[in-house]
């Protein structure tokens, strides 16, 4: 009796981000009819994992004090959120996590 298993992959590599930094501006307008604030895309992050398949499937998240914005999980895009006052100051600092 034999067994063989073949490993395919093994989730032994970490996302690494593409760069060190990434800068984005958070753009406040408003419409002449509702006044409601115009937000736009403010930076993508991207990172690439060298695993293969499901381990090599990246997800993105924000440090859990970051208030004013959010990140799409898949595509790395992060938005400030509705409401973002404009006296939160000129610079915004927060950490991006690549997970895998």
Known sequence: FHVL?????????????????????????TTSAKQDNILHDLVTVHATDADSGENGRVTYSLEDT???????STTGKIVPK???PSNLGEIQTFEVYATD
């Open 82 to 84: 509705p409401g973002l």
């Open 66 to 72: 970051v208030t004013w914005f959010t990140i799409d």
């Open 5 to 29: 298993v073949d490993i395919i992959d093994v989730n032994d590599n970490k996302p690494v981000f593409t760069q060190s930094a990434y800068h984005g501006i958070a753009l406040l307008g």
